[in-house]
């Protein structure tokens, strides 16, 4: 059965120029950019210009998609708006709008090929009080579920303002994907591209601490939560956080069980950029926990997904698992 399951991409963006037009001289969009500045550092910022404009026929026109996803030997790609499209500073509001216009925008890209596309939407988490009906709206216009990022502005993941968000999402089964964007660490990873090379594995492993520490997936055991980059550096460096918990009161204080025990939860893409991680990952999570991950288009994701699983020489029950089998059960394709 997993040699007939369509090979699935859960890890793909979409530009959405409309948003960008939406909130273009908004209060607080000139300091959200000028942070985004230093955090990246102004060598970075002279690459992703021209990388995005090269990219930007995949990222926007469906025939394009199309025709890269045939040339990658991908059926079906999972469709999230760029994670430049989160604007966490905007008031209610303009997060509002923006998330309804997202969810909007995003389903009307996949709607032009039904069969080859699923969609997320947004909600603005740094407005907990809007999440529910964001989340809603999303799954009104057909869309799987919702990308967040790995924090919003002075609240975390663990803060207990998501909880009726997090209620939400497990109750209607809304895939949420965990992406994040930007670090904290700021200034300190603004050259040699470290905002995302290191930024993005950490604060994946920040955000995936916080809802496993805080117990928030012993309080909704049934969240569909996958994490891009493979969870970032936590999977691998999992030893660590059991060590605190079985060590230390404070560590073990908030959920129930051993941390490394939450991996067995939770979805991870595989885009790790490297077969032992990828092979560590399926290890410590199961392979049926792990999904096809491409990064698509953007230049640190994978041209080839496939063939980076390939290279991990996993059995072939594992292989094909994770190239569609897990995400084809998780999204409900049909295996026609």
């Known amino acids: 059965m997993n040699h007939l399951a369509p090979t699935v991409d859960v890890h793909a963006h979409v530009l ?3 948003i960008e037009a939406l909130v273009e001289g908004a209060p607080g969009h000139a300091e959200a950019r000028a942070l985004d500045a230093r ?5 970075a910022l002279a ?3 021209p990388m995005i404009g090269e990219r930007i ?3 926007t026109d469906v025939r394009a998609r199309i025709a890269a996803m045939d040339d990658q030997g991908v059926d079906v790609q999972l469709v999230s708006p760029s994670p430049s499209h989160y604007h966490y500073w905007a008031d209610e509001v303009t997060a509002d709008t923006v998330c309804r216009l997202a969810n909007e925008a995003t389903a009307a890209h996949c709607s032009a090929a039904p069969e080859r596309l699923r969609g997320l939407g947004l909600v603005p988490l740094q407005h907990p009080g809007l999440a529910v009906r964001a989340l809603d709206h999303a799954l009104e216009q057909g869309l799987a579920g919702v990308e967040i990022s790995s924090h919003a502005p002075g609240r975390e993941l663990s803060d207990p303002a998501y909880e009726p968000f ?3 999402a497990q109750e209607s089964g809304a895939v949420l994907f965990l992406h994040p964007f930007g670090c904290t660490l700021d200034e300190r990873l603004d050259r040699w591209y470290l905002s995302n090379s290191v930024g993005q594995p950490a604060e994946n492993a920040v955000a995936l601490s916080h809802l496993v520490f805080s117990g928030v997936l012993d309080r909704h055991p049934g969240l569909t939560l996958i994490a891009a980059h ?3 550096y936590l999977p691998t460096h999992i030893g660590r956080a059991d060590h605190a918990w079985s060590a230390r009161s404070d560590a073990g204080a908030g959920c129930a069980h051993r941390p490394s025990s939450y991996l067995r939860r939770l979805f991870f893409d595989s885009l790790v950029h490297d077969p032992h991680v990828l092979r560590e990952l399926v290890r410590v999570a199961g392979a049926d926990r792990v999904l096809l991950g491409s990064d698509f288009p953007f230049d640190m994701g994978s ?3 496939v063939g980076a699983l390939r290279a991990a020489h996993l059995t072939d029950a594992d292989f094909h698992a994770v190239r569609g089998a897990n995400a084809a059960a998780l999204l409900r394709l049909r295996k026609d």
């Open 57 to 59: 026929p995949r990222l």
């Open 47 to 49: 690459v992703n210009g």
């Open 39 to 43: 955090r990246n550092g102004p060598a």
């Open 230 to 232: 493979g969870g970032g």
């Open 166 to 168: 997090w209620a939400r």
């Open 303 to 305: 041209e080839d997904p």
């Open 16 to 18: 959405l120029p409309e």
